[in-house]
């Protein structure tokens, strides 16, 4: 860390311990393929670092939202099995069908643009047959199955594409016990049973994402879709803590202070004076605001480990900075200010900022700002040199 220490602001990202928490994950789904979900840049942890980490770690399968990201992986190096799944008319389906990435059709006009993508690149589509079995977003309802399978094996049979895998989405994993899961796995198994009946022959059936993967066993089929449980972060408190999991959070965010001061009782501190200090006190500046990330909404109440003791946000977080009452004590400007990681040092943890802001941990992780530098750590040889172990 000497070359990053004088950044404004880093977040550190431990690969060692991404590529154990995906080993956990895949002790968790014995018998399952694991995909390691890197949408959203690695979920602000960085796409490409973290999907080679979680290959070499034995994840056969790489998952992203958009096509874009997709490609993006494939211009970086990383070969194998890619899916994407968040399409819109007129995307990059030609580019996508030539690069070999598995694409996702939960309707008929998505179908029909992976199949001129396919005409048009001269080499069948990689597709994958998404079924809304009850989450209500994406996917094909049960009623309109019949003519998505039926016209995909229309396509299949001329050479245009592969059907790869049958899929969906829960929406209520982690919330142990919600009905809601057994009744989606009811309707996907017969919208599996269905296609299986027409001819599809797929390669991987996969239903269960992060949550589905700890808890559900039944959820496992083929392949399991490990997203924010890749990272160390628990789906839900009501799962249990990252720890109770065996899951080690994998970024830790920290600044640089950059003023310490004297402030008189009563002073008002930022934006509307919405905290007063209570008495002679020493405030620290914190040089990261919501512009980086940092949720407004845990104004006054989000922790920060300043000096080896947790302080509070004091009053409003600002775009570019905000303020901590240090109540009197004096570290100097540089001093490391932790807002959150594993937790180790006593430092607050993304789920503590979660809580702070009313929002939930995927939230925290992923909206770290662009400006704030990635510091990867613990790569292993192969994957700084960008190659892939297999």
């Known amino acids: 860390m000497n070359e990053t220490a004088s950044l404004r602001a880093r977040a550190e990202i431990d690969l060692a311990a991404l590529r154990a928490n995906v080993r956990v994950l895949r002790e968790r789904a014995a018998g399952a393929q694991l995909m390691a979900v890197v949408k959203s840049d690695g979920y ?4 490409v670092p973290c999907a080679r980490a979680a290959r070499a770690a034995g994840a056969t399968w790489l998952g992203t939202a ?5 490609l993006a992986l494939r211009a970086a190096g990383l070969d194998g099995r890619i899916m994407c799944w968040l399409w819109t008319p007129g995307g990059p389906w030609r580019e996508a069908v030539e690069a070999g990435i598995d694409v996702s059709a939960g309707g008929m006009w998505a179908l029909r643009e992976a199949v001129a993508a396919a005409r048009s690149a001269g080499r069948p589509a990689r597709v994958q047959l998404k079924a809304d079995t009850g989450l209500g977003r994406g996917g094909c309802q049960p009623a309109d199955w019949p003519e998505l399978v039926g016209a995909a094996r229309d396509a299949e049979r001329a050479g245009h594409l592969r059907i790869t895998g049958l899929w969906s989405h829960f929406a209520c994993a982690d919330e142990p016990g919600h009905p809601s899961i057994a009744a989606q796995l009811d309707v996907y198994r017969d919208m599996v049973a269905y296609a ?17 993967t700890l808890t559900i066993p039944e959820a496992h089929f083929d392949l399991v879709r490990t997203g924010i449980a890749m990272y160390g972060i628990s789906p839900a408190p009501e799962l249990g803590t990252s720890p109770e999991l065996g899951l080690r959070p994998v970024m830790t965010l920290s600044a640089s202070v950059a003023l310490v001061k004297d402030a008189p009782a009563g002073h008002g501190v930022s934006y509307g004076h919405h905290y007063t200090t209570p008495a002679d006190t020493t405030l620290g500046l914190i040089p990261v605001g919501y512009a980086d990330g940092v949720p407004r909404h845990a104004s006054g109440s989000g922790p920060v480990l300043v000096g080896g003791k947790v302080r509070t946000v004091a009053g409003r977080v600002a775009m570019d900075q905000f303020v901590v009452d240090l109540g009197g004590d004096r570290p100097e400007a540089g ?3 932790v807002l959150f990681g594993p937790g180790d040092r006593g430092e607050p943890t993304a789920q503590d900022w979660a809580e702070a802001a009313g929002t939930i941990a995927y939230e925290i992780v992923t909206r770290i700002g662009a400006r704030v530098p990635r510091v990867h750590v613990n790569e292993t040889p192969d994957e700084t040199a960008g190659g892939v172990p297999r």
């Open 44 to 47: 602000g942890h960085g796409a």
């Open 66 to 70: 958009t096509p874009h990201e997709a």
């Open 196 to 212: 299986e009946k027409e001819g599809v022959e797929p390669e991987v059936r996969h239903m269960a994402n992060s949550p589905a």
């Open 335 to 337: 001093a490391e200010a």
